[in-house]
């Protein structure tokens, strides 16, 4: 089993709608995770992160995380073609910085 | 953040070659990664470069095939050595921020390799 578990699938939705991400994860010891946004022919930059359970919202972002169930989730509302990009779910802990990168989803926002 | 520049952006190379990427950053910092992006898969990290100790390999990697060279604490060098087409992919460095937990990348390297 990967550590990190992404459904590459790509992802087209209309612009204004609810763009919905997840990961699973196996590492019980991951307490830091994190979304990325990569635009074709960049590097990835950060979006959210959040330390242990709970939910971040940031403008029309909010990242969930449910330690329980060892599942992550993404949520962009009131999507924007300038969304459109592949968004790549990381984690860390147990002691190391080493980061765990999810295979990334490309959403594709249409005007 | 801290702010990566990466040289080159991208090359093509033939088999047997080897080349090398640059990695620079505007302010000071302990630790640089250097990851692969192969299409379709995740960013695997390769290893990790200390200033003034050998890199940290990964599982699957090995300094002869990527030496790595971390001479002062804002830059940092990866080779990829003896090329085959399987190196083919995205080659990116990346850094450790303060205050925010999180990573600044680099815009990385696209080498394809011929």
């Known amino acids: ?111 | 953040s801290a702010v990566i520049s990466q040289k080159p952006s991208r090359d093509i190379c033939q088999r047997g070659t080897s080349l090398t990427i640059q990695c620079q950053v505007d302010s000071q910092v302990t630790m640089m990664f250097w990851y692969r992006q192969q299409p379709g898969q995740s960013l695997t990290l390769i290893a990790t470069a200390n200033q003034g100790s050998e890199a940290t390999y990964e599982s699957g990697f090995v300094i002869d095939k990527f030496p790595i060279s971390r001479p002062n604490l804002t830059f940092s060098t990866l080779t990829v050595s003896n090329m085959s087409p399987e190196d083919s992919s995205i080659y990116l460095c990346s850094v450790e921020y303060r205050g925010d937990y999180g990573y600044t990348f680099g815009s990385g390297t696209r080498l394809t390799v011929v």
């Open chain 1, 1 to 111: 089993q990967k550590e990190v578990e992404q459904d590459p699938g790509p992802l087209s939705v209309p612009e204004g709608a609810i763009v919905s991400l997840n990961c699973t994860y196996s590492n019980s010891a991951f307490q830091y995770f994190m979304w990325y946004r990569q635009y074709s022919r960049k590097g990835p930059e950060l979006l959210m992160y959040t330390y242990s359970s709970g939910n971040k919202e940031d403008g029309r972002f909010t990242a969930q995380v449910d330690k329980s169930s060892k599942y992550i989730s993404l949520f962009i509302r009131d999507s924007q073609p300038s969304d459109s990009a592949t968004y790549l779910c990381a984690m860390s802990g147990g002691g190391n910085n080493r980061l765990a990168f999810g295979k990334g989803n490309q959403v594709v926002v249409i005007p």
